[in-house]
């Protein structure tokens, strides 16, 4: 495989893994939102959230690798893992490389699951957010600099994530009317 189709699947990969992403940050919300599917419909979103994080798990693997072998920039392996140690582009490889150890937290709390307290679990992975906002700005500034449609999705993932984050603050509790009349009630 030439060094030109090594570079076209690492922007395509990246491209995929991103938009994956969004979607698997966005369904994370619809689970864990005050709104949240009930029954057969919540197993249904959960099922497409798991797929769809492994989906992203191996385009990711590509977009990293056929970075790196691409060999066209001096991206080594240790960048894989330690941010901002790439000789290339150090901050916007130190982005990518920080999403990808926040990938790594929660892939291994989402596996331990069952044995970590849920409310630590929820803490941790909240970092979700924070993992998905290096991403696009890794992909932003990175790697679409010569190609508008490529900035284009990324700047289309940041509106729709944008969109459910807005959904994810302001959706209240279906119950709120009661809580809000408990809590105007005198204890005595």
Same mark, same amino acid.
């Given at each position: 495989m !030439? $060094?030109q189709?090594?570079?076209?699947?690492?922007?395509?990969t990246? +491209?995929v893994s +991103?938009?994956?992403?969004t979607?698997?940050?966005?369904l $994370?919300?619809?689970t864990?939102?005050r /709104?949240?599917?009930?029954?057969? =419909?919540?197993? +249904?979103?959960?099922?497409?959230?798991?797929w769809l #994080?492994?989906?992203?798990?191996? @385009?990711?693997?590509v977009?990293?690798?056929?970075a790196?072998v691409d060999?066209?920039?001096?991206i080594?392996?240790?960048?894989?893992?330690l941010?901002?140690s790439s000789p290339?582009?150090?901050?916007?490889?130190?982005?990518?490389?920080?999403?990808?150890?926040?990938?790594v937290?929660?892939? *291994? %709390? =989402?596996? &331990?699951?069952?044995?970590?307290p849920?409310r /630590?679990?929820?803490?941790?992975?909240w970092?979700s957010?924070?993992m998905w906002?290096a991403a &696009?700005a890794?992909? @932003?500034?990175?790697?679409? !600099?010569?190609?508008?449609?490529?900035r284009?999705? %990324?700047?289309?993932? $940041?509106? *729709?994530? $944008?969109?459910f984050?807005?959904?994810r603050?302001v959706? #209240?509790?279906?119950?709120?009317?009661r /809580?809000?009349?408990?809590?105007?009630?005198e204890?005595?």
């Amino acid at each position: 495989m !030439s $060094g030109q189709a090594f570079w076209f699947l690492s922007r395509a990969t990246g +491209v995929v893994s +991103v938009v994956l992403l969004t979607v698997v940050v966005c369904l $994370g919300m619809v689970t864990a939102g005050r /709104r949240r599917p009930h029954g057969e =419909s919540a197993t +249904v979103v959960m099922g497409v959230h798991r797929w769809l #994080s492994l989906g992203m798990l191996v @385009f990711l693997a590509v977009h990293i690798v056929t970075a790196i072998v691409d060999g066209y920039v001096p991206i080594g392996w240790l960048a894989v893992v330690l941010p901002f140690s790439s000789p290339y582009q150090t901050l916007l490889v130190g982005l990518g490389t920080v999403a990808v150890d926040l990938l790594v937290v929660l892939m *291994v %709390t =989402s596996y &331990l699951r069952h044995r970590i307290p849920e409310r /630590r679990w929820r803490i941790i992975h909240w970092t979700s957010y924070a993992m998905w906002l290096a991403a &696009l700005a890794h992909g @932003f500034a990175m790697g679409t !600099s010569d190609q508008p449609g490529l900035r284009l999705t %990324t700047i289309a993932c $940041g509106t *729709v994530g $944008g969109l459910f984050v807005a959904w994810r603050l302001v959706a #209240s509790h279906a119950d709120r009317e009661r /809580r809000q009349e408990i809590n105007a009630q005198e204890w005595t």
